[in-house]
Every structure is written in structure tokens, then in C-alpha cells.
């Protein structure tokens, strides 16, 4: 895949960049590499930065400290109309005088390009977004999907080195938004154009993403694959906001192999020094229940369902433990018979299903 | 069933009401202007015939039938003191419309580009003369214009002329008194225009590599020519029919068809001459009207 084929030079290198507003810093000494063809997210909860900082490759905004590097030369002396990039925007922006076809061939008429290169461009990439027969509407015409798909044409046609992407479905019905998902992966394989896309949403991220920056406050918490991310969070704040998770606090023990909770010790791997405070995240659906205690081998921690959740595909269970803590253990519904909520469990797992966190 | 016919009723009054707005203030007054342009002048009161008499019955209105005459349009078209006050009124108002656009655009746009909390601040500013009278603010600009008056004293002590211009009485004087006059109307518009302008349009522009400039050439303009349109509409047709302006600051040389309009009705009691050269200013003005009204529509079905 495309996706991890990344030992080429970054064709972007974000450089220890920082910018605040009115004192308050919206991204804080950030650095980042975009590598070429990839198709990139910048995630994170609304305010964390993920929008200026794309506003910052578009030319919008400038920052107050760090440098923007394409292909190794600071892009800070373009303004936004120099620069090999293009953005499709969360309102879409569409010219509202201009046809879709006028709205397309925008971008190029501020080429130099012959008339007959601009429509033979144009009616392409009508083509490729399934937009034939609708050049002649004006945007106000034409349905949410068909406006989201004639911005990416506009933006697509100028052939761009980066195509920048702010929430660009975020005005889709849910249905809808998951049938663009893939339509947007398939279009940057076949264009092998580097796609950088801003969403608050992670399941967004993970499914059109190759690489996945998580942003918090202005700062990189993760960047990595959605795998990786899901499955080897590099901080509680990173697992909490990807999908739900749940975190044993604990002694490190001898030999970085235990944790010591107060439900006792946990057999763990790579937990780091011994003596050190750590957390084990678990994932839901990596714990399994069991109605009697499980010989050996396996971490197993008792405790008492609580609540039962049928969600169709998986059922969501939440269980007390000793201490008060509640667990979520999600199973999936394969006919097998659900504990009732009063019941008391065993939670089981092995030492290699979860992620042992220092921060 | 009641409940439902009284709502179809009232909401048959709301769809009348602009209508009969339009019968009472407008439709009404102009028939009477109509028949009284094709009536004769008589010393009498009131100073004309024929008087419809109702009284007499058919036969009177027979005899008011015959009495008018198309007379009035006759002269009208035949002395070309009325031509020549229309071509004129016509060339002030263009001329005047095209530099109000030219001073109203750059201020409705600083006006809409200004940080937002400044924004009702020059709005109020714009509105500010209105809180004086109209009058009073055009009898102030002759004390400007004047020979001693402001403008030639500062013009003087800045050594841009010698000898003191003669401002006033001369055309130039109504094209400041005009322009000064009716810079809101044509401001206003503009910026309630300019105003909605989304910013992410001009950004858009920018990211498909169109320098500022051309930005505004392809984007704001076409975008604010509705403004444009309400604006130049607003501006030229109450300057087409001017009077008190061109009356206290311009010469006696010639007239705008506002001031030869007074001179008939109250100077030489000739009211049907007055009325038929209403008639004709109004037909001439509708013609704009249509015409935006035309655009507006075919804007309207384009969508």
C-alpha cells in the first residue's frame, strides 16, 4: 500500500511551528513531517489547532514562530494564491454567480492555460466526480452531496502538490458521509496526490487515513497509523479519544512484568522501571468474561455486571469491580447467552492484550 | 371549515393589501395627473376645463369626453425649452449615478472590510445628515460655495487659486449639491451588499491562485451588483426629478425638468402642461424600473 511507503524525503516538514490569537496559542511548537502520496488526518477535539494548522499550508494564516518546508524551501514568502496548494473548504465555498463548470475552471483560467486544455480539464474532472450533465447549474441547485463533489473538482483540477481538506464532510448525512469515505480514498490512489484532511471525527480519520497526527491543544499527542494508534495508544489522553478504553492504575513490579492494582497483580509486557506508577488500557472487546475463575495463564479480575447494552452487532457490558471502578467489556452477539446485570463475573485476558501507559 | 375560510380570507387581505397600497397612493392620484394633462387651461378655479359634471349625467360625461385633448404633449414635444430640460435632468442624473458608484463602492466597501464592532458606528455616520433637514443642508452648501464662502477661502489660503471661483449657479454646483445629497442612498445598499459577502469566497479565490485584485473584479463585484443595481435605482431616478437642488445651487442659463415642472404649475398656473410633463417623466423612469425588475426576475428563475 501506498499508505506505508514512506522512506522518500517529507514533501511537507512542519518545523517547531507556533500561533496564538490574542495571547492564546492555537498550535504550540509543532513539528510534523507530510510525506509524498500519503493520505494524512489531522485529528483532534475542536479547538485543538488541526484547522489553523491547515490554514497555516494554505497561506491564511502565518506563523509567529517555526517554518512551513515544501520540498525543503520555507513556503513563508507565498501568499496564499502562490501556493502549489489547494483546499476544499467545510462550507465548500462555491461561487455562487458561477455555473459548476465556471466554479471548476476557476482555478485554471488564472493559469495562462489555451481555452480548449481548460474545458478538456474541466469536463475530465466532472467525469471522474460523477458530474457530467450538471456543468450548466448554478451551486444553488444542485444537492449537498453535488456541492461537496464539485469543491473537490475545483480544488482537484489545478492538479495540486497537497489537496487540503477542512471537515470536508462534516455537512453529510451520515450515510452518505461513510460512501464518500471510500470514494476519497480510492480518488487519492488514483491521483496519487497528497491528501491532508482535518476531522474531529476518528472513525473518519482511521478509515481514510494512511497516518493519523493526533492534536490536543495545539500539540501532537500521536502521529502513527490508525492501528498503531488504536491499538499501541502512546498516552491515556490518546486512548481515551480514540474509541473507549479502560485503565488499571498500578505499581510497576520487578522485572517491568507485573502491575501492582489494588485488584492485585497484573501480569503485563513492557511495563518499563519497576516502581514507576503506570496504567494498563484495555480495550473493550479484549476482555473476555467468564462465569467461574479461569485456572492460570490469564489476568482475571471479579466483579459484578451493572448494565447490559444491545447494540445489534456487539453487546456492551459494565462491570463493578471491587473497587467501585466500572469496566466496559463489549462481546460480540454470536449466539452465545449474556450474563444478566446482577450477575457475578470474571473479567479475563491475557498479559498481552492491553497497552501498559506512563502518562 | 370557518375557522379555515376566515384564514383564507385574512390571508387574501395580506396578498391585497400591497395591492391597494399601490391603487390608493399611485394608481389613483396618477389617473387624475393623466386626465388633467389632457385638459385645457382656463382662468378659472380650478384653472382648467373641461370639469367633469356629475350632475348633468351621461350627457355630462359625454361633454367631458369631448373637452380633452392631446394638446398639452403636443407642446411638449414641439418647444424645445421641455426637450432640453429633460435631456438635461437625464444627463445630471447619469452623470451624478455614475459618480456616486465611484465614490459609494470604495466607502461601502471600507465600511463592510472594517472590524465588526466599528461597523454600526459608520453605518450611524452615513445617517447622520439625514437628522438634519434636507433643506437646511443644501442652503449650508451655498454658504460654501459662494464666492466668499468656504471652499473658495480655503482654496485661496492653500494657494490653489488666485482669484475666487464662481462655484455657484453653475453646473458643478449641482453636481456637489446632488452627489452630497444622495451618497447614503447609493452607500446603504452597498454595503448591506458587500456586507453579507462570505470571507471564505475571497479565501477560495486566493487558494485557486487569483491575486486580490482580480479577486475582487471576479468575486466581490459580481457578487455586490444586486447592491449595485438598488443603489444606482434609488440614486438616479429622485435626481432625474430633482428640484430644490438644482433650484438654489444651480444657474438660470437652463433647468432641470423638476424646476420647469414647479414654473408651470405655480408660476404660470398652467396645470395640465405640469401634469403632462409628470406623465412623461414618470413613463420615462419606468423604463429603468422594468428593466431591474426584468433582471431581477430572470436572476430569480435562474435559481
Redesign the interface.
Known amino acids: 500500500m501506498a499508505k506505508t511507503g514512506h522512506a522518500a524525503a517529507a514533501l511537507i516538514r512542519i518545523e517547531a511551528v507556533s500561533k496564538s490569537f490574542g495571547g492564546i496559542p492555537a498550535v504550540d511548537d509543532l513539528s510534523l513531517d507530510i510525506m509524498d502520496d500519503e493520505f494524512f488526518a489531522l485529528l483532534g477535539p475542536s479547538g485543538c489547532g488541526k484547522t489553523t494548522l491547515l490554514r497555516m499550508l494554505a497561506g491564511f494564516e502565518v506563523p509567529d514562530s517555526g517554518r512551513i518546508l515544501l520540498d525543503g524551501t520555507d513556503i513563508a514568502p507565498l501568499p496564499p494564491h502562490r501556493r502549489p496548494f489547494n483546499m476544499m473548504f467545510q462550507s465548500y465555498a462555491l461561487f455562487p454567480h458561477l455555473t459548476v463548470e465556471g466554479n471548476v475552471a476557476f482555478g485554471l483560467k488564472q493559469e495562462n492555460l489555451s481555452r480548449d486544455e481548460i474545458a478538456g480539464r474541466v469536463a475530465e474532472m466532472l467525469a471522474l466526480l460523477r458530474l457530467q450533465g450538471m456543468g450548466a447549474r448554478k451551486p444553488d441547485q444542485l444537492s449537498g452531496g453535488q456541492r461537496q463533489r464539485v469543491a473537490l473538482a475545483r480544488a482537484l483540477v489545478k492538479r495540486p502538490r497537497l489537496l487540503l481538506l477542512d471537515e470536508p464532510l462534516a455537512a453529510l448525512d451520515k450515510k452518505l458521509r461513510a460512501e464518500t469515505q471510500f470514494e476519497l480514498v480510492a480518488l487519492q490512489r488514483k491521483l496519487r496526490t497528497t491528501f491532508v484532511i482535518v476531522t474531529h471525527d476518528q472513525d473518519e480519520a482511521m478509515i481514510v487515513a494512511g497516518r493519523i497526527a493526533v492534536m490536543n491543544r495545539g500539540r501532537l499527542e500521536q502521529v502513527g497509523s490508525p492501528a498503531e494508534i488504536y491499538e499501541r495508544p502512546k498516552s491515556r489522553w490518546v486512548a481515551g479519544f480514540i474509541g473507549d478504553i479502560n485503565l488499571l492504575e498500578g505499581k510497576v513490579g520487578k522485572g517491568g512484568t507485573t502491575l501492582d492494582t489494588v485488584h492485585g497483580a497484573i501480569r503485563v509486557t513492557n511495563a518499563g522501571s519497576a516502581g514507576t506508577t503506570a496504567w494498563l488500557a484495555l480495550r473493550p472487546e479484549k476482555i473476555a468474561l467468564a462465569m467461574k475463575k479461569p485456572r492460570s495463564g490469564r489476568n482475571a479480575v471479579p466483579g459484578v455486571v451493572t448494565e447490559i447494552g444491545y447494540l445489534g452487532d456487539i453487546s456492551l457490558c459494565k462491570v463493578r469491580l471491587a473497587n467501585g471502578a466500572v469496566m466496559q467489556v463489549s462481546m460480540p452477539n454470536s449466539g452465545a447467552e449474556l450474563p444478566s446485570a446482577g450477575a457475578k463475573v470474571w473479567l479475563v485476558w491475557p498479559a498481552t492484550a492491553g497497552v501498559v501507559l506512563k502518562q | 371549515m370557518s375557522s379555515r375560510g376566515a384564514q383564507s380570507w385574512s390571508q387574501r387581505a395580506v396578498l391585497a393589501a400591497p395591492y391597494l397600497w399601490l391603487v390608493v397612493f399611485f394608481l389613483v392620484p396618477f389617473a387624475i395627473v393623466f386626465k388633467l394633462s389632457l385638459s385645457q387651461t382656463a382662468v378659472a378655479q380650478p384653472p382648467y376645463v373641461p370639469l367633469l359634471d356629475l350632475g348633468a349625467g351621461f350627457a355630462g360625461l359625454v361633454d367631458f369626453l369631448r373637452g380633452l385633448g392631446v394638446e398639452t404633449y403636443v407642446l411638449l414635444f414641439s418647444d424645445t425649452l421641455y426637450l432640453h430640460a429633460y435631456f438635461k435632468s437625464l444627463i445630471v442624473a447619469l452623470v451624478s449615478t455614475a459618480i456616486l458608484l465611484l465614490i459609494g463602492f470604495p466607502m461601502a466597501y471600507g465600511m463592510a472590510r472594517a472590524p465588526r464592532r466599528l461597523q454600526p458606528l459608520l453605518v450611524m455616520l452615513v445617517v447622520l445628515p439625514f437628522w438634519t433637514s434636507f433643506l437646511i443642508r443644501v442652503y449650508a452648501w451655498i454658504n460654501i460655495l459662494q464666492r466668499d464662502g468656504l471652499l473658495n477661502s480655503a482654496l485661496l489660503q492653500l494657494r490653489i487659486i488666485d482669484t475666487p471661483v464662481a462655484w455657484l449657479a453653475s453646473d458643478t454646483a449641482i453636481f456637489i449639491g446632488v452627489v452630497y445629497s444622495y451618497l447614503p442612498f447609493m452607500v446603504l445598499p452597498l454595503y448591506a451588499r458587500l456586507e453579507q459577502l462570505?470571507r471564505?469566497?475571497l479565501?477560495?479565490?486566493?487558494?485557486?491562485?487569483?491575486?486580490?485584485w482580480?479577486t475582487f473584479w471576479?468575486?466581490t463585484v459580481?457578487?455586490a451588483l444586486p447592491g449595485v443595481a438598488a443603489g444606482v435605482l434609488l440614486s438616479f431616478i429622485p435626481i432625474v426629478g430633482e428640484f430644490v437642488i438644482p433650484d438654489l445651487l444651480g444657474g438660470s442659463d437652463s433647468q432641470m425638468i423638476g424646476q420647469v415642472l414647479w414654473v408651470e404649475f405655480f408660476a404660470n398656473k398652467d396645470w395640465p402642461v405640469a401634469a403632462a410633463i409628470a406623465t412623461v417623466l414618470l413613463a420615462v423612469l419606468v423604463i429603468p424600473i422594468l428593466l431591474y425588475e426584468r433582471a431581477q426576475r430572470r436572476a430569480l428563475e435562474?435559481?
Open positions: 462570505d471564505s469566497l479565501e477560495a479565490a486566493a487558494d485557486l491562485g487569483t491575486p486580490p482580480k471576479l468575486v459580481p457578487l435562474q435559481r
